[in-house]
């Protein structure tokens, strides 16, 4: 529930009155919401709001009773989500209260969402009745707005994200946004412009490294339908949400009988994400398989989609990585899958068991992998992990020949006219397996992955990078980190 405190000089005249306003249409529409209003000043401390206030405001039908005046505190701007000045002395003061410590950051009301290019609520404390008639207008055109936009677009302040990331970062979100369709979205995207904040797009969290505070919106897109857009003897094309769970899809595509995405089995994360970093295991990249990428670009609001040979996809890389990354929320994916079974096994693990099994099933092998990562890959939920921390380095011949005539026992397999040398192994020649840096340690088992024991982003950051410069000192190659920062 969202708890929201608006404040003036001495909480008799237009912060009571917007509380009473927001509280009386949050009743009215059903929405639960905490109000209350205060003063930066103390001296109407106890006193019931203004005669004049309660009168204009009762013949609109918002009750003042029970409403006394009180001061401001400092736990406020962490107790209430949002914490909104009446005008702009309001703000300074709040903003002095508030210098250096923890909690939300006060905003003038009616500059984030009022509507009638005005920005400050006048004092009507020394006019007319005239002067609680105009407070009442404003406070209501910009109430209704504020409502809608709470109500619209799912948005909640203040949010942990502890429990959406598989690092197990402790963040906060100024603004957790989960949109279910594109009127969501384009809520989302005029709240955000509203609040002058950033927007950063998140799926399941899977692939982050999270910053401790999050000063903007975090967007999610959760809708989760799969739909078959087309279909012949040979293959069918189904139109997948972005909300859609990857490994859910996967089971439901076998179910179905349709194959191509076993080998992908158990990654985690949304499907929404799986073109951005082109999401591979076990000698098979999810670009095979995309015809379409459907979405929003962030910044028009425009919807535009981008054909395989757009999204410009590459090893654990899309354009959604870069250029696009927080400017193109992708929304849906257009896949194409094979009516018969065509098992990849060129991951050796795989060819081996293979031969026990002569023509595995695609289902088969999507069970294959599933045990082969449950053993292999520490679950996330024991051990918090992002997965592979760091893409297999791409050597030239020169520096893969240079390497191997230092490093006799080097692995590499052939990549074009370049090698790609397992990132696991440097680390694991490095004798860091096992290591802890700080609350990071690389897991025993994958040294690939990096296990955080409640280290915040820079902890998990600083480690990486101990690793890269002790890889780049010993072997003179730059491990690129894989997961993305946020923000
Ligand atoms: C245990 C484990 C094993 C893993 N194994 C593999 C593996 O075998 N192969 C592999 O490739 N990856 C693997 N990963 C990494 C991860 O699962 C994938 O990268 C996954 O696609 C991330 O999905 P997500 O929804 O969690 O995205 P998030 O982590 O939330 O986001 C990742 C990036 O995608 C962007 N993004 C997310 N959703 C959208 C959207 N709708 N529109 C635009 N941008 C979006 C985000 O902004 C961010 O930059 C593994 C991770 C873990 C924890």
Sequence with gaps: MQRILFVCLGNICRSPTAEAVLRGMALREGVQLVVDSAGTAAYHAGESPDPRTCSSAAQRGYDMQGQFARQVRVE?????????????????????????????????????????GINEVPDPYYGGQW??????????DACARFLKALKMANITANKSLLEMNTLAINANARYLAEAECMTDVHEIMAFAKRESLPLFVMGGGSNLILADEIQGVVLRYVAQQVQVLKEDDLSVVIRVDAGVMWHQLVMHTLAANWYGLENLALIPGTAGAAPVQNIGAYGVEVESFIELVEGLDLLT???????HDECKFAYRDSIFKHALRDKFLITAVQMRLSKSAAPVLSYAPLADRAKTVPGVSPVELAQWVIELRSSKLP??????????????PVLTQDQYQDLKTRFPDLPAYPSGEAYKVPAAWLIDRMGLKGERIGLVEVNRLQPLVLINHGGN????????????RKILQQFSVELEIEPQTLP
Excluded: C
């Excluded at 962490?78 to 903003?95: G, H, I, P, T, W």
């Excluded at 609001?301 to 054909?307: I, V």
């Design 457 to 468: 982003g820079a902890d998990v950051l600083h480690a990486a990078h101990e690793i890269q």
């Design 76 to 116: 406020d701007f962490r107790d209430f989500d949002f914490v909104f000045a009446m005008d702009r002395q309001n703000l300074l003061e709040l903003q002095k209260l508030k210098a250096g410590q923890a909690g939300v950051n006060p905003e003038l009301f009616l500059q984030v969402y009022g509507g009638m």
């Design 379 to 392: 679950d996330p939920a024991v051990l918090p992990n992002a997965g592979s921390f760091f893409k297999n």
């Design 301 to 307: 609001g425009e919807l535009r989609t981008y054909s």
């Design 131 to 140: 002067g609680f008639e105009n407070v009442l207008d404003l406070l209501e």
